[in-house]
């Protein structure tokens, strides 16, 4: 077994290992924000599913956490049990996702952005009237999740504990589907919609699969909101939160599950860094950073730091690159000066700005 | 050929190609100043890969001589100011436009206001099909019209220099026939130097004086239109002989 | 009776001054192919510098003026700086790029301006106006009017001058265009400015009513977002007539229909673009394009 391969397999049992220990000896703050990185990170990896893997941005991911999180909250507020709980929160978004993208997906991908945006925005007014099921405006606070007697663990490590594991099983389903026909046929649509129909993929399907799949990690990851939070309310479901996840994907990396883990690291505590005090910090962050990343990294948007660190270790003399495994993405210096943003395999030459001459209609 | 005769257009050892795809892999060629060169080749030989190079369409390395001075770097719409005038594959309607604004959209860099109308009234009267649909829109044209339109905006510019990128593109021999004995007529009274690429070599090669064939992005034969059409292997495998 | 005219009436200013956003977005879109999201910050960037200048002793309408000026470098700047390089690239690079802008301009004005409401005048008189015996407010109608003036400068700039021509031509087909000798690159420039003026002047027709903080405008323009989708993207007056269409029904159905109420009434007209694409994806005046394989 050469170099690259123990690494393969080292890495992320190391990263395992390393996950499982931390919390031990952390303090319960750490552990706290830890299990929201989770959290985050499986709420985004639904977005990466729908928005990166099947290529529809959707601007309404928040709006599903926030239905699992309130679905959450009621059930533990009710008695309900706690694999009930989950089962709700994890199915009712995903039945709302397929009801709305079913009819949405037929738009083009600029009017289903727009649309997407719907979901926050009467999410919000409608959490705030219906207060008998969500608190209104102040939110459902609960108390549960307490760590059984006898494990020798805190609270906090419990729940990071709960966290950690339910968000790796999500990982691993997450890859096994997308490793699957069904991220294969993911990356078809993506890439042209109309070549998917010729080859017998229906695009429209797929795309609410996409929707439905997000949803439903979206709601997973409002259960684990409360869980660690203890506390729903309508502020989860704003477009802000929204846009945040989005940015954060973009410099995470659309184009690899671990993007969604670095996304949630940077969702977490870029307000932390950045000075939760002002606001306007965070915002320049994260557009600042956003920006530079899809203006270096190649691939563009499905790039993001995952594929940044590879181009860079692909920079490395050859006895390094053959130790990391990793694929020369810049190649050697071409004979013809490279087009810029040459994002893929282009199917015909690309025009000065194939914006405007032959750009997809929204319909 | 006269010894005196220059070269308005000339391309030594032009490389291009999109991203890391190079497709014209060292082409050299040179148009006479008044004179119509054929550019032949079967599909994906590169030929409106040689004309996207020279108005700029597509990064190239080489030399690419308008008037003996290097234009390759320029922007299409710089080359396009030089004097070239570019008829793309497909022709480049502006579809939503109307007729006459299509037009105007062809002298637009000139500042002879009045003599521009003019010409456009000339067109009118030259060419009664587009002539009586002037302020309809000009996607609504059929394929022979619409090539028409090209090539008059492509004049309104007075370019010293014509690309013309499959005129016969889509048509029916008829049409085909038609648009070249008119894009004939108007070569010999204006004497203006053409490159003309086709994939239909008898249309072509009737209208110029020298001619070329592109085999896999580079030249493998160029000679005389009148030697060329002799040619069996040009007979063959272009003339359907 | 009365009362529904008056509805209408300020159905038609709110709906005034979603449409000029959504022109905006429509110019933008048609110019280089993509929403621009970010389009309503611009306006609040600029609505802060016409109230900088104000605050700094101007006369409202200099500084009204100078922040249209200010719009116009704006736009031209984010185009050529920003934009350019996800021109004719993969449509939700482009997406996510005016996010990214939407973000960081939110940041940009909150640290410069802070994000307490400020109070902003108003270009028109308050007051109102009798006619035929409905009492109209004088700034509803004045509203109306500025954008009805403007649709029409726009058209005949569009219709009727050399550089209107340019920028249709660059939007119908750019490449041509350029093969034309048409400078793509500057056009464009031009376009995303104009964009950017209209949608200063939505900025500041809307402060006085709302206050001017940095999310001013967000809801606004999720307005003209809709109204620009079911204008059918391409077409500017098609986004003006459904900024009025949403304004009145959002109004009238706050008004009307008990179950809206006002805190729901952005639902309204969200609920039917997405019903109406629904049956017309090509919105309500937009055109039908075959998908190119």
Redesign the interface.
């Known amino acids: 077994m050469n170099a690259a391969r123990a690494l393969k397999v080292a890495l992320p049992l190391g990263v395992l290992v390393v996950l499982a220990i931390v919390p031990l000896s952390a303090t319960p703050y750490t552990n706290y924000q830890l299990s929201l990185v989770g959290t985050f990170a499986v709420a985004i990896l639904g977005l990466n599913i729908v928005s990166g893997y099947a290529g529809q941005i959707s601007l309404g991911q928040s709006a599903f956490m926030g239905v699992g999180a309130y679905a959450a909250a009621f059930g533990v507020a009710h008695g309900w049990p706690v694999v009930l709980s989950f089962v709700v929160a994890a199915l009712l978004p995903a039945a709302i996702g397929a009801l709305v993208a079913i009819p949405a997906v037929r738009l083009r991908g600029n009017a289903l952005a727009v649309v997407t945006i719907i979901l926050p925005i009467i999410a919000v007014p409608l959490a705030k009237r219906y207060a008998g099921v969500t608190g209104g405006s102040e939110g459902r606070s609960v108390d549960w999740a307490h760590v059984p007697s006898g494990t020798g663990l805190e609270d906090d490590q419990w729940r990071y504990y709960l966290v950690l594991v339910i968000a790796a099983v999500l990982f691993l389903l997450g890859r096994n589907i997308l490793s699957g026909r069904i991220g294969r046929a993911f990356a078809i649509v993506r890439t042209n919609e109309a070549v998917a129909s010729a080859m017998g993929i229906s695009a429209h399907r797929y795309k609410v699969v996409a929707f439905t799949i997000a949803a439903c990690y979206g709601g997973a990851a409002g259960f684990l909101y409360v869980l660690v939070v203890q506390f729903a309310s309508p502020d989860l479901l704003n477009f802000q939160v929204a846009i945040n996840m989005l940015a954060a994907l973009v410099i995470g990396g659309f184009a690899n599950l671990w993007g969604a883990v670095i996304a949630g690291l940077f969702y977490v505590y870029v307000p932390v860094v950045a000075g939760a005090v002002d606001p306007s910090r965070t915002n320049i962050f994260y557009g600042a950073v956003v920006l530079v990343v899809l203006f270096i990294v190649p691939g563009g948007v499905s790039g993001g730091i995952v594929r940044l660190v590879r181009a860079l270790l692909a920079r490395l003399p050859d006895r390094y690159r053959r130790f990391t495994g990793v694929d020369p993405q810049a190649g050697p210096a071409s004979p013809v000066p490279p087009q810029p943003d040459a994002s893929g395999p282009e199917p015909t030459p690309p025009s000065l700005r194939a914006g405007a001459g032959s750009r997809k209609e929204p319909q | 050929m006269s010894p005196d005769a220059t070269n308005i257009l000339e391309l030594v050892d032009v490389r291009a190609g999109y991203g890391r795809a190079e497709v014209l892999h060292g082409v050299s060629l040179a148009v006479r100043e008044g004179g119509v060169t054929a550019l032949l080749g079967a599909n994906g030989a590169g030929k409106t890969s040689t004309l996207r190079a020279i108005s700029g369409m597509v990064s190239a390395t080489g030399r690419i001589a308008l008037d003996g001075k290097q234009i390759l770097g320029s922007r299409p719409d710089q080359v396009a100011r030089l004097g070239v005038a570019h008829v793309p594959q497909g022709r480049g309607t502006l579809e939503q436009l109307s007729v006459r604004e299509n037009l105007l959209v062809g002298g637009y860099r000139r500042r002879d206001r009045r003599a521009v109308a003019v010409q456009i009234d000339e067109y009118f009267d030259l060419f009664p099909a587009l002539g009586s649909r002037a302020t309809a829109a000009a996607g609504n044209l059929s394929g022979g019209e619409q090539q028409m339109l090209a090539v008059c905006r492509a004049l309104m510019s007075r370019p010293r220099l014509l690309l013309l990128d499959e005129p016969s593109l889509g048509l029916a021999p008829r049409m085909a026939e038609e648009v070249f004995n008119t894009i004939g007529r108007l070569q010999r009274e204006t004497k203006l130097s053409m490159l003309v690429v086709e994939q239909t070599a008898a249309l072509a090669l009737a209208l110029a004086d020298t001619a070329a064939v592109m085999e896999t992005g580079r030249i493998a034969l160029r000679g005389s239109a009148a030697e060329l059409a002799d040619r069996d292997e040009v007979r063959r495998a272009y003339l359907g002989d | 009776m009365q009362h529904a005219i008056q509805q209408i009436v300020d159905g038609l200013a709110a709906g005034s001054i979603y449409g000029a956003l959504a022109l905006a977005l429509v110019l933008v ?1 048609r ?5 621009n999201f970010a389009q309503g910050l611009l306006a609040v960037a600029s609505t802060y510098i016409a109230w900088s200048v104000w605050r700094a002793g101007s006369p409202l309408i200099a500084a009204v003026v100078l922040a249209v000026a200010a719009a116009l470098v704006l736009g031209a700047f984010t185009e050529r700086v ?1 934009i350019r ?13 005016t ?13 410069i301006w802070g ?1 307490v409401s400020q109070p902003f005048p108003s270009l028109f008189p308050s007051g109102t106006v009798t006619v035929g015996g409905v009492v109209l407010a004088i700034p509803s109608l004045a509203t109306t009017g500025v954008l009805i003036v403007v649709v029409v400068l726009l058209q005949l700039l569009f219709l009727r001058t ?1 550089l209107g ?2 920028l ?17 690159g500057r056009l464009l420039m031009v376009g995303w400015a104009l964009a950017a003026a209209l949608g200063a002047l939505a900025g500041v027709l809307i402060a006085p009513k709302v206050y001017l903080d ?1 999310t001013m405008m ?1 809801t606004i323009l ?1 307005y003209a ?2 109204a620009a ?1 079911l204008g ?3 077409s500017p007056l098609g986004a003006v007539v459904a900024a009025w269409i949403i304004g009145v029904t959002e109004n009238l159905a706050g008004t009307y229909i008990p179950y809206v109420r006002d ?2 009434k ?2 309204v007209p ?2 039917a ?2 019903v109406i ?2 049956t017309r ?3 309500l005046f ?4 075959a ?3």
């Open positions: 879109y110019a280089t192919g993509m929403i920003v390089r996800f021109e004719g690239g993969p449509p939700h690079t482009a997406v996510v790029a996010i990214a802008l939407l973000i960081l301009i939110n940041g940009l004005t909150g640290s994000y050399r021509l340019a249709r031509a660059v939007a119908d087909n750019a490449d041509s265009s350029a093969l034309s000798g048409l400078n793509v940095p967000d999720v977002l809709a989708v059918g993207l391409d805190d729901l952005i639902g969200l609920v673009m997405f694409l629904l994806p090509q919105g937009g055109r039908r394009k998908a190119r394989v």
